[in-house]
Structures are given as structure tokens and as C-alpha cells.
């Protein structure tokens, strides 16, 4: 049951992120044929990956949002005697927490790009499921970092603007100083697949930067170990 | 005693910075029995329960509930399994219905009892469908209280449970709480009602400043705490009657008011030493003895 409570504190920032990030990419791809310059070689491939660079901004947003809340942003308003009273351990709550947030993170990786294989597939436009297939991969296990620093936040800090300001300001501050000194580790440029992708086709390569998902799913495992020895140390 | 105790403390301290909310604080709460935790705001009761539970951890001392360690996060989830705990604002989920909130609670004890669940709902009159967030204070304690009754807990821990409900919510919780306290329940919990207290509770701890000042059965007390107003021929020495049980003097030309937790029978044979002319000996209700310790503090 404590999915389920997750899932109640979370659905409606969860399903109006799905709405927004589907449609926006449904209709960015349906309507963008106007957008395709003459120059473009490879203009459908091309706009697929200006979509991602689009949705990769809108999920970032979307899951640090998803991350706010838990068990400080509780103490805020007064519930976490409520939780903490629960038998259940402060490391699990925050599990539970991570692990539906997680979900509902894949979830809008996924769909939004399923729609843009439906649409692009109805509209006879070439589109392969190994290149969607990529582009979710690297937009969620490359991404899922910004919702464990979002959880990681949201274990600090309790207040209901400070925590996603917070959050958001070192999404964009990461952003801005990797691609200043340190290009090559910038994740934002990971996720979008500015790293992997070819600019004559402007098709994904074969050879996903797999060292660089891998080190940013570690990143992951380390914030939200790090969130959970937050939690477990604060005093409700 | 000690094998009898569902709550036991030693020298349980808490203290933020220099401020200490809760003093070394001893506490013994006896197995099936309603104990009072009384105090005014700010005395430390909801601290000493926040310990209990383990939503924060003790500067100094120990303490176990059920004969659990409170310090420890794996003993403390046992204990929370057959603890049932009324937080001070009834805070529960606004998003959630009430049948939600049942169905989640419910959910973590697999000892819940369907039947007070019933009962309580039809008793209550909860709307089931209505979100948590439209419930008026008063059908928010009575939730809280649903879930907490239904449990078949050890333990009932109560943090002002009678706040925003009406006099007949009251009662009802009064005779609730008796008869859970006969079916083995033992409860503790913490009221400024000292009139709900002084009817149901067979024991009393009065907490000011964090420190425990009175830790006597109700009996007790009735039987004790004395007060003795004197009348002299002359203006009473006040140093003659600061004897072991004697709280307060209070001394008003020829008269003096004597409270006294005990040995109430040695001011009076002092004041006959120093030729009273008038004595008045009145037993001391919960209220007055609450007001004086606190006063005296």
C-alpha cells in the first residue's frame, strides 16, 4: 500500500507531465513538416532529433518535479507523524518513493516517443523502432540522475518552491559548467544524444555511450543511497 | 514493576542547542492501565512521545516501549507494529478519501478489526467517499481515532485526543477508552482536559519544563495532596512549616494556605504547636494539583 500512497501523492503531477510531453511530441512531429529546411539531408531524422532536445527539457522538468515531496516535504505540513508511525522503515518509505517515481520517469520516456512512432507511422514517414528505442534509453537511463538529485533535494530541503528551485538551478548550473570546461561529461548532451549521434544521417549510432549511461545510473544509485542515509539520520 | 511497564525511560533527555525539551526523564507506564500525561504547552509530552516512537532520537538516556528499545530503527519498527498512535493535530492525507485512508492503514496490521472498523464508521458517521481535506476537525479526530481503535494495539499512545471533538464526541471517546483499557489495552496519553482525565485515567504524570514532577496513581493523589488553611492569632512564620511534602505557603496577614502532596498531618500538628485558632483541611482535585505543581515550577 505504500505504492499506492505514492502513486496518489504523485498522479496528477505524473499524468499531466504525460499529457503535456505526449502531445507536444504527437503534434511537434505531425506539424513540424514545415519546420524541415530544404537544406536538411536527412530531414525527418533530423526532426526527430530536435523533438528529443524538446522533450528532453520537458522530462528533466517533469521528473525533478515528480522528485519533490517524500517524507521532509511531510514534516512541512505536518504528516510524516503519520508516516514515521507506520512499521515500516524510513530506508523502504523512501524506496517505495524512488522506485514509483522511477517508474512513472520511464513512463514518460517511453509513451511520449511510442506517439511519435504512431504518428510518424501513420504518416509514412521513416521511422525505426531501434532509433526510438534509443532515444528512450538514453533520455531515461542516462536521465534518471536529475530525478535522484530531485530526491536528493527533496530530502534537504523541505520547502514547497525552495526544493524545485533548488533542484532546477542545479540542473541548469551542471548544464551550463560541464559544457564550459568538461564537454565530454556533460550529461545534458548524453541525453539528448548530441554524443551518439551522426550528422550526416542524423541517425543514432549503433554504439550507445554506454560507459556514460552506466557511470549516470551509478550517480543515481549513489544519490538516492545518499537520500536514504538523509532520511534515515533527520529527526521528524 | 519493570517487567510490568510498557513504557519505561531512564533519564531520557532531549535538548536542541542549550534548550533541553525533555530532563532526564524516569518514566514507568504500568501495562493495562490509562495513564495521564499532563503538561502545558511546551512541557515536553509530545517530544517524550516523538522518543517513544523514534521520530527523533534522544540526546542522553534510554528508554523501551514493550520492552523494545526505543534507540533502536529495527526494535522500533516492532514496537510500532503494536503501538497505535493519535498524533497531536490528527494530521492525515488530504488527498486520500476516507475509505483510501482506511484501506491504506488497515493494510499494515494484519490484527485489524473489521468489526470496530464498522461499528466506528456507522457510530462516527464518516462519509466515506469525502477526501480527507473536506473533513472538519472534528471528523478528523474521529478518523484518527477509527484507525487507531481498530488496530488491536498493545498500546495506544494519544496526543490531545479529544481536541475538535463536540461533548458527545468526547464521551463517546471516554467510554472507548475504558473499555479498550478492559480488554487489555494499555493507553498513555497527553490531555489539558483535566476534567476527561481525572474520569477515566488510573494514573498521572504531570511534565513541566521536561521534567517529571508528579508520577502518582489518581488514588494517590486524592488520597495525599491536601490543602490546609490556617488562621493564627498572628502573623504565621513561613519557615516553620517548610516540612518534606509541603508544595507552597502562601501567607496573608494572619492567614496562611498550606499545599501539601503529603504529610499533611505534621503541618497541622505544628500549626496546634503555634496555637492555631482555625484549621481547614480540603482534599485537592487534579485540576488544583496540576495548577500548583505547575505554579510552584
Not at chain 1, 65 to 70: A, D, Q, V
Not at chain 1, 169 to 183: K, P, Q
Not at chain 2, 154 to 180: N, R
Amino acid at each position: 500500500m505504500l505504492w499506492y500512497k505514492a502513486w496518489l501523492e504523485t498522479r496528477s503531477r505524473f499524468l499531466t507531465c504525460l499529457a503535456t510531453l505526449t502531445l507536444f511530441s504527437g503534434i511537434f512531429v505531425h506539424h513540424a513538416q514545415g519546420l524541415i529546411r530544404p537544406e536538411w539531408k536527412s530531414d525527418f531524422n533530423r526532426l526527430l532529433f530536435v523533438n528529443q532536445q524538446f522533450l528532453v527539457i520537458m522530462w528533466v522538468l517533469s521528473v525533478v518535479l515528480l522528485g519533490m515531496g517524500g517524507i521532509v516535504r511531510e514534516k512541512a505540513i505536518g504528516t510524516s507523524s503519520v508516516t514515521l508511525a507506520l512499521p515500516v522503515s524510513r530506508a523502504r518509505l523512501l524506496r517505495v518513493r524512488f522506485g514509483m517515481g522511477a517508474l512513472e520517469a520511464i513512463v514518460l520516456g517511453v509513451v511520449p516517443w511510442l506517439a511519435v512512432f504512431v504518428v510518424a507511422s501513420f504518416a509514412r514517414k521513416p521511422i525505426l523502432i531501434t532509433q526510438v528505442a534509443s532515444y528512450v534509453l538514453l533520455l531515461v537511463a542516462g536521465g534518471l540522475v536529475y530525478f535522484a538529485m530531485a530526491v536528493l533535494v527533496s530530502s534537504l530541503v523541505s520547502g514547497e518552491y525552495t526544493a524545485p528551485a533548488l533542484a532546477f538551478g542545479i540542473v541548469l548550473l551542471a548544464a551550463m559548467l560541464f559544457d564550459a570546461w568538461l564537454r565530454q561529461f556533460n550529461l545534458w548532451r548524453l541525453v539528448t544524444g548530441d554524443f551518439s549521434i551522426d550528422r550526416s544521417t542524423y541517425l543514432l549510432s549503433e554504439h550507445l555511450p554506454w560507459m556514460g549511461i552506466l557511470s549516470s545510473l551509478s550517480v543515481a544509485v549513489l544519490m538516492l543511497l545518499a537520500s536514504t542515509i538523509v532520511v534515515q539520520r533527520r529527526e521528524f | 514493576m519493570t517487567n510490568e511497564a510498557v513504557i519505561l525511560t531512564q533519564a531520557l533527555t532531549k535538548s536542541y542547542g542549550h534548550a533541553e525539551a525533555v530532563r532526564g526523564l524516569s518514566l514507568s507506564v504500568g501495562r493495562n492501565r490509562i495513564t495521564a500525561f499532563l503538561g502545558r504547552n511546551g512541557a515536553g509530552k509530545s517530544t517524550t512521545i516523538k522518543m517513544l516512537l523514534g521520530m527523533i532520537r534522544p540526546t542522553a538516556g534510554s528508554g523501551t516501549v514493550l520492552g523494545k528499545q526505543i534507540a533502536n530503527t529495527g526494535e522500533n519498527r516492532e514496537v510500532r507494529q503494536r503501538v497505535a498512535y493519535v498524533a497531536e493535530d490528527k494530521p492525515l492525507y488530504g488527498y486520500m478519501t476516507v475509505e483510501q485512508t482506511i484501506r491504506f492503514f488497515s493494510s499494515f496490521y494484519p490484527d485489524w478489526r473489521r468489526d470496530v472498523e464498522r461499528k466506528l464508521l456507522h457510530d462516527y458517521e464518516l462519509p466515506l467517499q469525502r477526501k480527507v481535506k473536506m473533513l472538519s476537525k472534528g471528523m478528523r479526530t474521529k478518523l484518527a481515532l477509527l484507525l487507531a481503535f481498530a488496530r488491536r494495539p498493545d498500546l495506544l499512545i494519544l496526543d490531545e485526543p479529544s481536541e475538535g471533538l463536540d461533548p458527545v464526541g468526547i464521551e463517546y471517546l471516554l467510554q472507548v477508552l475504558v473499555a479498550l483499557s478492559a480488554d487489555g489495552v494499555s493507553i498513555f496519553f497527553s490531555s489539558h482536559q483535566i476534567a476527561e482525565v481525572e474520569r477515566v485515567a488510573d494514573h498521572v504524570c504531570i511534565l513541566e519544563k521536561g521534567r517529571l514532577l508528579v508520577d502518582a496513581s489518581l488514588d494517590q493523589l486524592r488520597q495525599f495532596y491536601r490543602r490546609i488553611d490556617l488562621v493564627f492569632p498572628f502573623s504565621p512564620p513561613e519557615g516553620e512549616f517548610r516540612i518534606s511534602g509541603v508544595e507552597r505557603i502562601q501567607t496573608s496577614g494572619h492567614q496562611m494556605s498550606v499545599f501539601a502532596s503529603r504529610n499533611a498531618e505534621a503541618v497541622i500538628e505544628r500549626a496546634r504547636d503555634l496555637n492555631v485558632v482555625s484549621v481547614e483541611i480540603a482534599p485537592v482535585g487534579l485540576r488544583d494539583i496540576f495548577l500548583e505543581t505547575v505554579k510552584e515550577n
